[in-house]
């Protein structure tokens, strides 16, 4: 139904941006990347959307690129994936990542995305090996180290958001230090935050 939109950045918040159209605020929910790319307030910004329907809710997903959004639908299509943990694979796998790691059928790699598990990473290689193409370039790197998916799941269970147990991350020295160290640095930039 609404498939894009256009409009002035009102305001971020964790995992949405409050979009200004013709005089309507659309709170539109997006990956983490495009929160980073998409400026401050004021600033223009063009999305292509997808709009969840459920029972007594409507809400709006968007990404920058209509890459994304594909992804992301076909990830709705995957038993055990709602908008909001597509949203969080699209936060911590690029396209190309996630189209490698499906078509070589790595589940370990998808289980590195904070909220995907085993039996869901099992489910996303079943339904989409078919469905994505293998990227033309292989990607160096996937999004997140082992290390730095368990300094998220250990942050998110102490109860921080994904979003925040991210930034904390960035603020991490880039040294091999074991989890524990590195959860408590995170810790300490919240500390100090």
């Not at 980073?36 to 709009?51: K, Q």
Request: with cysteine; glycine share 8%; hydrophobic share 40%.
């Amino acid at each position: 139904m609404i498939r894009c939109l256009q409009g002035e950045l009102l305001a971020k918040g964790e995992t949405y941006i409050l979009l200004g159209v013709c005089g309507i605020g659309f709170r539109v929910y997006v990956p983490l990347p495009a929160l980073d790319e998409m400026g401050t307030p004021g600033s223009r910004v063009s999305l292509h959307t997808h709009l969840h329907v459920r029972e007594k809710e409507l809400s709006l997903y968007g990404c920058l690129k209509e890459d994304e959004l594909e992804i992301f639908e076909l990830l709705l299509g995957v038993s055990g994936i709602g908008p909001k943990v597509a949203m969080n694979v699209l936060s911590f796998a690029s396209p190309d990542a996630l189209r490698l790691a499906i078509s070589r059928g790595d589940a370990p790699a998808l289980t590195r995305i904070p909220g995907v598990g085993r039996r869901t990473a099992e489910q996303m290689i079943v339904h989409l090996k078919h469905k994505l193409a293998a990227p033309g370039e292989i990607p160096s790197v996937y999004p997140l180290s082992e290390a730095d998916a368990e300094v998220i799941a250990a942050l998110t269970t102490l109860g921080y958001s994904v979003a925040e147990a991210r930034e904390s991350l960035r603020s991490l020295p880039k040294d091999d230090l074991p989890v524990e160290e590195r959860v408590r640095l995170a810790l300490q930039y919240f500390a100090e935050g």
